[in-house]
């Protein structure tokens, strides 16, 4: 059995760059501090207040020697003077005149008011600039105006490089576990008579796809979860489309792939015949089974490592029906309605051929499968392949009953 680890090669080159730019991002030169409550502008007569809330993110103390906010105004000399600049701390008229000390996970209340300059009232935050004391060290950081910074993109991104890790390394285990168990479905079948086991799809091969991307919404839908409220769940969709096929000279006995061992007592079987009306196709690489439901039973060449003719006589198998000699002889044993067409008399065999389809090639196609039992797609290159010979050395009656019946339907037949 050969697998396909494309799957699993994407979700990990996707955890590696996930996981880089989750990285990169915690590397970049961010401040400490972050915004927690978006601070806001109040007038409130000749003032002006403000509202907000700082907090050290860091694992060790540091000092806020500096803090200035930029503001524009809703005055005419905007335009001429530019944004109003405040320091919240520094001036001793503030209410930080000294540099403020901060402890890992501490905030720092942003609440006092100040009187407007003239006519210049302050409408909104355009720009926080802060200079931090950390270590000995002092650097100056641009503030987001309001809550979070580049550390949570990082959390998320290193969260979604382990959900396609967990992912990735959770398709090889699966597909390791269906090499083993594909090799215990073919030494069972090596103990069967005619037996011959695969893998394949009943329904469509899709649903498997589909199964796989919902869960995977699930999954970045937890992470997302856990990264805003702090915690998440997801659930595993099932496709139910791949199964463990088994075929024997009674027909296709169709089991779980997740079976530790298999058993056609805990199969259910499909016998051969069973599904009279079925089409068997060979399509890019599969062997392809429709039913008038269109269910499909599909089986992959390259993947079982099986030889596409064989499987494709397989599933004619369940195509066809045991019963088809009798149900030619029910066919030419119909009561007459027209005359018969003969270009040969006086013999003891004949031959029946179909020499035209007429317009009604829909109903002959349907009597050419009923007469001879193939299935629908060599019925349809029969009619297109006129003249055709439907029966060889058979007697009188029933080639003139077979060459009557299709004269029913508008087709003409010669009797040679």
């Not at 650097?139 to 382990?162: C, D, E, R």
């Not at 089974?289 to 089986?299: A, E, G, P, Q, R």
């Amino acid at each position: 059995m050969k697998v396909k680890k494309t799957g699993a090669i994407v979700m990990f080159a996707i955890a590696v760059v996930c996981a880089l730019i989750g990285v990169a991002l915690m590397l970049v030169n961010q401040s400490p501090v972050v915004v927690e409550n978006e601070i806001t502008i109040v007038p409130s007569g000749t003032r002006y207040e403000w509202r907000g809330l700082l907090r050290n993110t860091s694992i060790r103390p540091i000092t806020i020697t500096k803090l200035r906010i930029t503001l524009t105004t809703d005055d005419a000399e905007y335009a001429v003077s530019g944004p109003l600049v405040v320091d919240l701390i520094g001036e001793s008229e503030m209410a930080y005149a000294d540099p403020v000390d901060l402890d890992p996970d501490e905030g720092l209340e942003l609440d006092g008011a100040k009187d407007s300059y003239g006519n210049r009232v302050p409408v909104a935050v355009e720009k926080i600039e802060i200079e931090i004391n950390a270590g000995g060290k002092v650097k100056a950081y641009t503030l987001s105006k309001s809550s979070g910074n580049m550390k949570s993109w990082s959390f998320l991104l290193i969260v979604l490089a382990a959900v396609f890790v967990f992912a990735g390394a959770g398709q090889i285990t699966s597909q390791k576990r269906q090499v083993k168990q594909w090799e215990v479905g073919q030494a069972y079948a090596a103990t069967l008579d005619g037996g011959t086991f695969v893998y394949g799809y009943i329904g469509s091969k899709g649903m498997d796809k589909k199964a796989a991307m919902k869960t995977l919404g699930s999954a970045l839908g937890a992470a997302a979860s856990a990264l805003l409220v702090g915690a998440g769940s997801y659930r595993i969709y099932g496709g139910n489309a791949r199964k463990a096929l088994l075929f024997t000279t009674d027909g296709l006995y169709v089991g779980d792939v997740q079976a530790k061992s298999y058993s056609i007592d805990r199969m259910e079987l499909i016998p051969n015949g069973g599904l009279v009306d079925a089409v068997v196709e060979k399509k890019a690489g599969n062997v392809v089974l429709t039913d008038n439901n269109k269910t499909s039973i599909i089986v992959n060449i390259k993947e079982n490592d099986v030889d596409e003719n064989r499987i494709y006589e397989l599933l004619q198998k369940l195509a066809s029906s045991e019963q088809a000699d009798q149900a030619a002889q029910d066919f030419v044993s119909a009561e007459p309605q027209t005359d018969a067409v003969w270009t040969t008399a006086n013999k003891s065999e004949y031959e029946v051929v179909l020499t035209d389809a007429g317009s009604n090639k829909i109903e002959v196609v349907k009597l050419v499968r009923e007469l001879t039992g193939m299935d629908l797609t060599q019925c349809a290159d029969v009619i297109s392949e006129l003249p055709y010979t439907l029966w060889d050395n058979v007697d009188r009656e029933t080639a003139e009953r077979t060459a009557e019946r299709f004269a029913e339907v508008g087709a003409q037949v010669e009797i040679r």
